[in-house]
């Protein structure tokens, strides 16, 4: 027997009913995180989706996992718009495009930016794995050009852009503002002490 010819694990499917039970509960968060913010009520949750508590938990163990799921998304389409504006002339321009787009994609009800936060950290999902690395290969292409300093690490200004949105969440301009004046720095040609 040949390594071609050794058998093959089953391949998984998933039923129809939790499929259908896993997008219904899923609608139903985004229909109440947009009313109540990230922290309501799970039990709610599962009863807008017309499923017990139990079905809610067995598809999403922790309010971060639903969270992450609903921000899969918004993460796919993050590290397309990343890849896409790895061709833009300005390295530096497309940087700051994408991080306000980053603000823009997890603010979309109150408490979502601080889950984006907890899901960008290395030990997370698939999706936010592949937004970090887009917009890793964006950030490393501004530094590159010396739009970004040499010694600055994506992760930081990742982080940098997650407070920022966590605290503007409802104020779009503010978050703008922000983001102009910790990408530009508050004094230029001055370097923060280590």
């Not at 079905?55 to 996992?65: A, K, V």
């Not at 823009?104 to 936010?128: C, I, K, Q, Y």
């Not at 490393?140 to 690490?153: L, T």
């Not at 966590?166 to 990408?183: C, G, S």
């Amino acid at each position: 027997m040949t390594s071609d010819d050794s058998p093959k694990p089953p391949v998984r499917t998933i039923r129809a009913d939790v499929r259908r039970n896993r997008a219904r509960l899923i609608t139903a968060a985004w229909e109440m995180f947009r009313r109540d913010g990230a922290d309501a009520s799970l039990e709610g949750i599962a009863r807008h989706a017309g499923v017990g508590i139990g079905t809610l938990y067995r598809h999403f163990p922790t309010r971060q996992d639903l969270l992450e799921a609903m921000l899969a998304d918004g993460y796919a389409e993050l590290a397309a718009k990343a890849r896409e504006l790895l061709v833009s002339p300005s390295p530096g321009d497309a940087l700051m495009e994408w991080l306000r787009e980053f603000v823009t994609r997890v603010t979309a009800f109150r408490g979502m930016a601080a889950a984006a936060v907890v899901s960008l950290r290395d030990d997370r999902p698939e999706a936010s794995r592949e937004v970090r690395e887009a917009g890793e290969a964006l950030f490393a292409r501004a530094q590159r050009s010396g739009d970004v300093p040499p010694d600055a690490a994506f992760i930081d200004a990742l982080r940098l852009t997650g407070a920022i949105a966590t605290v503007t969440e409802h104020d779009p301009e503010a978050a703008d503002r922000l983001l102009a004046l910790a990408t530009g720095g508050m004094i230029p040609g001055v370097r923060a002490r280590r």
